[in-house]
């Protein structure tokens, strides 16, 4: 084959190319992707939910902790054990004519060990214009920053109706709470030897809470009133900064035992939380109870008054400590001394990485 016929070949080909155009192979074009955006009209860590304009924000934490006490290993007698927490919370807001729509939802799975675990819902409520309705904490869950005080319901998560009305320093609410899981106020069979409930798990109760700050001061009121076993609880509490950290005092009463408060008739609780660096706080704390019948579980019978029970004594002491951002470690020791009983100390060592 001479040059000039190869030159001849080379021209029909580019001549021929447009005809088989049509049989090409087109790469089909790529669909649009709507990237995640950040709102920043709720604060930090929120983005939007593609293709809608709800805002959705992902949090919780990992926990081990070490528990040492008499018995805290239940049924194998051990005086500790170790256990694991995993967290995570979903809150989604939205803008309304009422103002934001809150939703939350909290799962939270417990392990003791491989095989005995749970996974429960431990919050999930709508919240909108004040008003909240769902599974969630009451203010009787607030306490002093310390592990010491001893001041709260048995059970503080309930299935609840709420209205709270708040500014940036102050709110004022008021709750209907189920008390299905509450304790049950009952008398002494001499036949069966123990307490027998006058009542099942049907209570409700009323609450409301009262609290804000003032400069470096800051207080808390909440009341409870147990319609089934007819009896209240009030409690109150404040902090204050006092030079190198906070000092924290609480009082509450209960008229009888009932599901808002049990442990006591009275109590006077006191802490003082040093700041002693950046990323240290040691927290000593005390607490005296007046006619102390003791801690209740979920469902437990009580006595219908506090009359014939001694008193009793707690102190304690909490250490946090900040090892890097979003991680630290908590240690606690407490001892409690009632009139009626022996005294016993127990204590925890807790790592928990937050996100």
Sequence with gaps: MNIRMMLLGSAAALIAAPA??????VAAEPEPVEYVRVCDAYGTGYFYIPGTETCLK???????QVNVGSNVGGDNDSDWDAVTRGQVQFTAKSDTEYGPLTGVI??????????DQETKLDS???DVAGFRAGLFYSWWDDGL?????????????????RYQYETGTFYAGISVDELEDGVYQGDFDPALGELVANDGPNNVGVAFGI??????????VTGGWDFDNEDGAIRAMGTVEVGPG???????????PNSYYSTAEWAVAAEYAIKATDKLKITPGVQYYGNYIGGASAFDTVPDDFS?????????????YQIVDNFYAKASVQYLDPEDSDDFTTGYFRLQRSF
């Design 124 to 126: 999930a409520y709508l």
């Design 211 to 220: 609290g804000g700050t003032a400069g470096a001061f800051s207080y808390q």
């Design 246 to 256: 906070t000092l924290g005092l609480a009082a509450v009463y209960s008229s009888g």
């Design 145 to 161: 920053s310390g592990e010491t005080d001893d001041i709260g319901s048995v059970v503080t998560l309930h299935n609840s109706i």
């Design 308 to 320: 014939g029970t001694g008193d009793a004594w707690k102190v304690g002491l909490t250490v946090d």
């Design 58 to 64: 992902i949090e919780g934490y990992i926990r081990f």
């Design 106 to 115: 909290v799962l939270q799975a417990n392990a003791d060990n491989a095989t």
């Design 20 to 25: 088989f155009a049509a049989d090409a192979i």
